[in-house]
RNA sequence: GCGCCCGUAGCUCAGUGGAUUAGAGCGUCCGGCUACGGACCGGAAGGUCGGGGGUUCGAAUCCCUCCGGGCGUACCA
């Protein structure tokens, strides 16, 4: 059992036998809640419980007394004693500490709560149109949303990464229109680039692919058949690079979802119809509108165009009628910010298909501005401006790049500059924390090479005596409260923080206390301590989709 | 105008209700390699947490307001 657990019943214990005897109303008792003090003096725990109900009963510090002294004596509690203005610090026994380093060492589900148990979530992530080569704005989304599906999954829910793809509609016959005009370039024709047409470089050498495979056989075709086409021979092999990329770069979906294939199936009909039912469509100046300003949106929204094609909110209609009927009990969208505004339509839409709102989360992350040459550009797919997700693959590779996306915050904006990024690439923290974890390898092939065992389940803990070891047990034993955090908070960048944190801690630790030495039961004890950590560290950098290395 | 996000050390950013020492990396200055991996380590300088008001036992953190920056505000996505 969690110690955070076993601390709480003790608690809860001490407020239920308080309300037994009159000093404390029934209805002013809360879940208390558990902190580790920044403070050494502090103690290991403390929680401030005394102060939240002291509120209408008493001074705090009284309170606070009252309960310590109701507080039952247990192997696990060494001391509570009241502070401050009325928190209650607790000493632990040793025992917790070794506990942690024992399970940490054994893999025993470290790190890992079963708070999300029975939940399935969609997490849809990148969703990036098919329409050239995946760049490093869809990379932050990929590393963001790939470790916060890990994380949801470390607290026990089953998670599927989706990604979402337009294959149809007017935006991608653009893109087929821009590919067919390369295609009759290719033929020696004089084409211009249709306006607001897609002009990156890419595009023409996917016209001169697909050229090479059907010769010029539509170079007299109707201007919208010839788009179709090159929609049609475009987008697949632009996804299969897209997936190929991302895989590259670690992140692996469980489901590639088509667009088409919603309208197709009548979904994104079917979901209009359930709209006009509740009233709340309307056909004004030949189109028809979702009335979503009733729902909270700043004005109604056109989901039919006046010419017949439905437009992309029009599908997510349907899209996400579509998810709640596989089962998922969450769905999290992990938006662009430059999408923010549709946020509101989109939501409003959501209650009025009749799901509740509070099972949708839309996670905004924050744009990138992309630097190259000391500029900012404006990254654009249309103006062909982009930095390749693979070019910074070749560049810092995949361990620098995921982690530099996962050290901020998601509502941080991320300055990319391209240059400073492949020059920095050396002194990326993420090669601290590797290094911390190949050291911890290395120390370990030794020690085996000298006949010790590194056996953490017979380990004598009770060896570890040395500030510095004791500092390590106690970073290890934060991991337990900082992955569910992460996870709760969708913040990676809590584990690269935290990995910093415990590879400083624990090369602190290998300054002050050699590990392979005569003394046997010293050596076994802080081997046991080696181990965990070093499975800690791997499991960190797993989260983030970061390799740990065992050699570097 | 309205909406969302941001404003914390010279720079890039963590910390988002807890304890009169607000943290890290980089940069600057001083010092350190005869131990299991120096891709390192120790120390120093550097802060009105954008300004003001409020809530609270307690605020960088919550609320209001002002200032500054970014993004959005389409029958594009």
Request: hydrophobic share 40%; with cysteine; charged share 25%.
């Given at each position: 059992m969690v110690v955070t657990d076993q601390l709480v019943d003790l608690v809860r214990a001490g407020l239920e036998s308080l309300v037994a005897a009159g000093s404390l109303p029934a209805e002013s008792v809360p879940e208390p809640s558990f902190e580790r003090p920044r403070n050494r003096e502090h103690g290991d725990w403390a929680t401030n419980v005394a102060l939240v109900v002291a509120k209408g009963v008493g001074k705090p510090r009284d309170v606070a007394q009252a309960l310590a002294d109701a507080i039952e004596p247990s192997g696990l509690v060494e001391s509570v004693e009241v502070a401050g203005p009325g928190f209650l610090n607790f000493r632990l026994s040793p025992a917790w500490l070794h506990d942690v380093v024992r399970r940490a060492a054994l893999s025993e589900g470290f790190g890992r709560s079963t708070k999300g148990a029975g939940r399935k979530v969609n997490v849809e992530f990148v969703s990036a149109n098919p329409t050239g080569p995946i760049n490093v704005v869809s990379g932050r989304h990929a590393a963001v949303g790939d470790t916060i599906a890990s994380l949801l999954q470390a607290t026990g829910h089953e998670v599927i990464r989706e990604y979402y793809f337009n294959d149809a509609g007017r935006q991608m016959l653009l893109f087929g229109a821009s590919v067919g005009a390369r295609y009759l370039q290719h033929f020696g024709r004089e084409t211009d680039l249709p306006e607001d047409g897609y002009k990156g470089d890419d595009v023409i050498s996917i016209a001169h692919m697909i050229a090479e495979q059907i010769g010029d056989s539509m170079i007299e075709a109707e201007p919208a058949k010839l788009a179709q086409r090159m929609l049609e021979l475009a987008w697949p092999p632009i996804l299969e690079n897209t997936k190929r990329s991302l895989e590259r770069f670690g992140t692996r979906f469980d489901v590639w979802f088509s667009e088409s294939t919603l309208h197709e199936r009548g979904q994104v009909t079917a979901a209009i119809d359930k709209l006009r039912e509740k009233d709340l469509i309307e056909e004004r100046d030949g189109a028809v509108w979702f009335l979503s300003s009733r729902l909270g949106d700043d004005k109604d929204r056109v989901?039919?165009?006046?010419?017949g094609e439905p437009t992309y909110s029009a599908a997510d209609l349907g899209y996400v009628v579509n998810k709640f009927s596989r089962g998922f009990d969450r769905l999290i969208y992990l938006w662009g910010a430059d999408h923010h505004g549709t946020v509101a339509r989109f939501m409003a839409a959501v209650e009025a298909l009749g799901f509740d709102r509070s099972s949708v989360e839309v996670p905004l992350v924050q744009i990138v501005s992309l630097v190259r040459g000391g500029e900012q550009i404006k990254a654009s797919k249309r103006e062909g401006v982009y930095v390749a997700l693979d070019e910074l693959i070749d560049e810092v590779g995949v361990d620098a790049a995921r982690y530099t996306f996962l050290t901020r915050s998601i509502d941080a904006p991320l300055e990319f500059d391209i240059d400073l990024v492949k020059e920095q690439a050396p002194e990326n923290p993420v090669y601290y924390v590797q290094y911390a974890h190949a050291r911890i390898c290395s120390i370990l092939r030794k020690a085996i090479d000298e006949g010790h065992q590194a056996d953490a389940s017979t380990a004598p803990l009770d060896a570890l005596v040395h500030p510095a070891e004791d500092e390590l047990m106690r970073k290890l034993a934060s991991y337990e409260e900082v992955v569910p955090e992460a996870a709760e908070r969708r913040a990676p960048q809590r584990i690269t923080h935290y990995a910093e944190e415990l590879a400083s801690t624990f090369t602190a630790f290998y300054r002050d206390c050699k590990v392979v030495s005569d003394d046997r039961t010293l050596t076994a004890a802080r081997l046991a301590l080696c181990v965990a950590t070093r499975v800690v560290i791997a499991d960190a950098l797993g989260l983030l989709g970061v390799s740990a290395p065992e050699r570097m």
């Amino acid at each position: 059992m969690v110690v955070t657990d076993q601390l709480v019943d003790l608690v809860r214990a001490g407020l239920e036998s308080l309300v037994a005897a009159g000093s404390l109303p029934a209805e002013s008792v809360p879940e208390p809640s558990f902190e580790r003090p920044r403070n050494r003096e502090h103690g290991d725990w403390a929680t401030n419980v005394a102060l939240v109900v002291a509120k209408g009963v008493g001074k705090p510090r009284d309170v606070a007394q009252a309960l310590a002294d109701a507080i039952e004596p247990s192997g696990l509690v060494e001391s509570v004693e009241v502070a401050g203005p009325g928190f209650l610090n607790f000493r632990l026994s040793p025992a917790w500490l070794h506990d942690v380093v024992r399970r940490a060492a054994l893999s025993e589900g470290f790190g890992r709560s079963t708070k999300g148990a029975g939940r399935k979530v969609n997490v849809e992530f990148v969703s990036a149109n098919p329409t050239g080569p995946i760049n490093v704005v869809s990379g932050r989304h990929a590393a963001v949303g790939d470790t916060i599906a890990s994380l949801l999954q470390a607290t026990g829910h089953e998670v599927i990464r989706e990604y979402y793809f337009n294959d149809a509609g007017r935006q991608m016959l653009l893109f087929g229109a821009s590919v067919g005009a390369r295609y009759l370039q290719h033929f020696g024709r004089e084409t211009d680039l249709p306006e607001d047409g897609y002009k990156g470089d890419d595009v023409i050498s996917i016209a001169h692919m697909i050229a090479e495979q059907i010769g010029d056989s539509m170079i007299e075709a109707e201007p919208a058949k010839l788009a179709q086409r090159m929609l049609e021979l475009a987008w697949p092999p632009i996804l299969e690079n897209t997936k190929r990329s991302l895989e590259r770069f670690g992140t692996r979906f469980d489901v590639w979802f088509s667009e088409s294939t919603l309208h197709e199936r009548g979904q994104v009909t079917a979901a209009i119809d359930k709209l006009r039912e509740k009233d709340l469509i309307e056909e004004r100046d030949g189109a028809v509108w979702f009335l979503s300003s009733r729902l909270g949106d700043d004005k109604d929204r056109v989901v039919i165009r006046s010419n017949g094609e439905p437009t992309y909110s029009a599908a997510d209609l349907g899209y996400v009628v579509n998810k709640f009927s596989r089962g998922f009990d969450r769905l999290i969208y992990l938006w662009g910010a430059d999408h923010h505004g549709t946020v509101a339509r989109f939501m409003a839409a959501v209650e009025a298909l009749g799901f509740d709102r509070s099972s949708v989360e839309v996670p905004l992350v924050q744009i990138v501005s992309l630097v190259r040459g000391g500029e900012q550009i404006k990254a654009s797919k249309r103006e062909g401006v982009y930095v390749a997700l693979d070019e910074l693959i070749d560049e810092v590779g995949v361990d620098a790049a995921r982690y530099t996306f996962l050290t901020r915050s998601i509502d941080a904006p991320l300055e990319f500059d391209i240059d400073l990024v492949k020059e920095q690439a050396p002194e990326n923290p993420v090669y601290y924390v590797q290094y911390a974890h190949a050291r911890i390898c290395s120390i370990l092939r030794k020690a085996i090479d000298e006949g010790h065992q590194a056996d953490a389940s017979t380990a004598p803990l009770d060896a570890l005596v040395h500030p510095a070891e004791d500092e390590l047990m106690r970073k290890l034993a934060s991991y337990e409260e900082v992955v569910p955090e992460a996870a709760e908070r969708r913040a990676p960048q809590r584990i690269t923080h935290y990995a910093e944190e415990l590879a400083s801690t624990f090369t602190a630790f290998y300054r002050d206390c050699k590990v392979v030495s005569d003394d046997r039961t010293l050596t076994a004890a802080r081997l046991a301590l080696c181990v965990a950590t070093r499975v800690v560290i791997a499991d960190a950098l797993g989260l983030l989709g970061v390799s740990a290395p065992e050699r570097m």
